[in-house]
């Protein structure tokens, strides 16, 4: 099945630089990448995604880049603000089909800006 | 919509004791998820419904644990007899459709098993 490895596991920035966190992926089926922000005692919340037919997807601040042939994709947070602070997790999703949706999802990366 | 609602939002319990977590999802929609969240494997998903009807149930770490969707409108999951290293927060979550993007997830339940 897949497997979904995100680094780091813990990121400090100061406040107005940027923040990189990557994740890979094995399973070359694998087509749609969403990336969650998770405050504490929160639920999950979709903040950006891509799917396989694109490399690349921003949305102000925040963008993605999916890289096919190496199997990764990653977050990144321009101008960071401490209000970013929170856990950021990745997954990989390999659907829909008839068989079924599967979802597979990173560890997290606890995120802190420093003001 | 009040989005998916989970009861009891914090429950401790003793080793051994039965466990019953509760989602009500959003009317209409068709899909509703388990997920365990835990600091060392975070987030897992345990088994889904379409229709009620659970259609991938791999997820489920073991016997212990079993879900139920009598209805479009309630869901639960159960742990007997329960143990410490099930303690995690539980997320329900539905969609329209199967997929991840549509998905919406509930508030979450924090289980400590002592």
């Known amino acids: 099945g897949e497997n979904v490895e995100q680094h780091p596991s813990t990121l400090s920035v100061q406040e107005g630089d940027s923040a990189v966190i990557k994740c890979t992926y094995s399973d070359s089926a694998s087509n749609y990448f969403p990336w969650y922000k998770q405050e504490l005692g929160k639920r999950p919340q979709l903040i950006i995604d891509?799917?396989?037919?694109?490399g690349e997807k921003k949305d102000q601040r925040i963008a993605v880049t999916l890289n096919k042939t190496a199997k990764h994709f990653s977050l990144h947070i321009t101008e960071t603000q401490p209000e970013d602070s929170a856990v950021y997790f990745c997954?990989?999703?390999?659907?829909?089909?008839?068989?079924?949706?599967?979802?597979?999802f990173g560890t997290g990366t606890s995120l802190t800006v420093i003001p | 919509d009040a989005g998916v609602i989970q009861s009891p939002r914090h429950e401790v319990t003793e080793m051994g004791q039965e466990v019953t977590l509760r989602c009500k999802p959003i009317?209409?929609?068709?899909?509703l998820f388990w997920y365990r969240q835990t600091m060392m494997r975070g987030l897992e998903l345990l088994i889904y419904f379409n229709n009620n009807v659970p259609i991938d149930d791999s997820g489920m770490p073991e016997d212990r644990f079993s879900a139920k969707m009598p209805n479009a409108s309630f869901s639960t999951l159960k742990i007997q007899p329960s143990e410490p290293r099930d303690s995690a927060v539980y997320f329900c979550a539905s969609s329209l459709s199967g997929s991840l993007d549509e998905q919406y997830f509930g508030p979450g339940t924090r289980l400590t098993v002592t």
């Open positions: 009317s209409g929609h068709d899909y």
């Open positions: 997954a990989a999703s390999i659907g829909p089909s008839n068989t079924g949706n599967q979802f597979y």
């Open positions: 891509i799917r396989s037919n694109v």
